[in-house]
C-alpha cells in the first residue's frame, strides 16, 4: 500500500481517489473519519487504532496568495499584486481549522491524502489526552495554533 502511494499517479489510487473526491467535494470541510485513508502514513506519524485517536478529513482551497489590485491613489511601479507568497503552509492551515473545531483534542500530526484543479484533503490525527495521559506532547494546550506541529516547525524553519 506504502508503494503505490509513493506514485499514486501511476498506481491504482488514481482511479480508486477520483470516484472518493467526487463525494468528498459535497461534503462539509472538516469531517471525522472512521478510519485513515492512508493507514501506513497514519502509522508512522503516531495513529494508533484505540480509544482516544480521532481522524479526521479536512478540506483546504489550494491557491497561490493574491493582493487586491489597488483601486484608488498612485499606482506603485511594483505593484504587489501577484507573485506572492503565503507564509503559512496548507496543511498548517488544514491543522489549525481542525484544532479550532476540536478544542477539546489536541493535534499529533497530519499528512496529505489528496488533490484537485481547486481543493487539497489532509487527514489530521488528533488525540484525547484525557484518554492517553501518558503521551507527552509538551506544556500547555493548543499545539497546531502555537506552531508545534510537523508542520508548525517546518514553516518556522525548525526543521531542515
Request: aromatic letters at 8%; a positive charge; hydrophobic letters at 35%.
Amino acid at each position: 500500500m506504502a508503494k503505490a502511494w509513493r506514485k499514486p499517479e501511476s498506481s491504482y489510487v488514481k482511479e480508486v481517489m477520483k470516484e472518493r473526491v467526487i463525494l468528498w467535494r459535497k461534503e462539509q470541510a472538516i469531517i471525522r473519519v472512521d478510519k485513515p485513508t492512508r493507514i501506513d502514513r497514519a502509522r508512522r506519524l503516531g495513529y494508533k487504532d484505540k480509544a482516544g485517536y480521532v481522524v479526521t478529513r479536512v478540506r483546504v482551497r489550494k491557491s497561490g496568495y493574491r493582493r487586491q489590485r489597488p483601486k484608488t491613489g498612485r499606482r506603485q511601479k511594483k505593484m504587489g499584486v501577484n507573485k506572492l507568497k503565503f507564509a503559512k503552509s496548507m496543511r498548517l492551515i488544514a491543522e489549525e481549522r481542525t484544532a479550532r473545531k476540536f478544542p477539546n483534542l489536541e493535534v499529533l500530526n497530519s499528512y496529505w491524502v489528496w488533490q484537485d484543479g481547486i481543493n487539497k484533503w489532509y487527514e489530521v490525527i488528533l488525540v484525547d489526552l484525557t484518554m492517553l495521559p501518558e503521551l507527552s506532547l509538551g506544556k500547555g494546550r493548543g499545539r497546531a495554533l502555537r506552531g508545534l506541529t510537523s508542520a508548525g516547525r517546518k514553516v518556522r524553519g525548525l526543521m531542515a
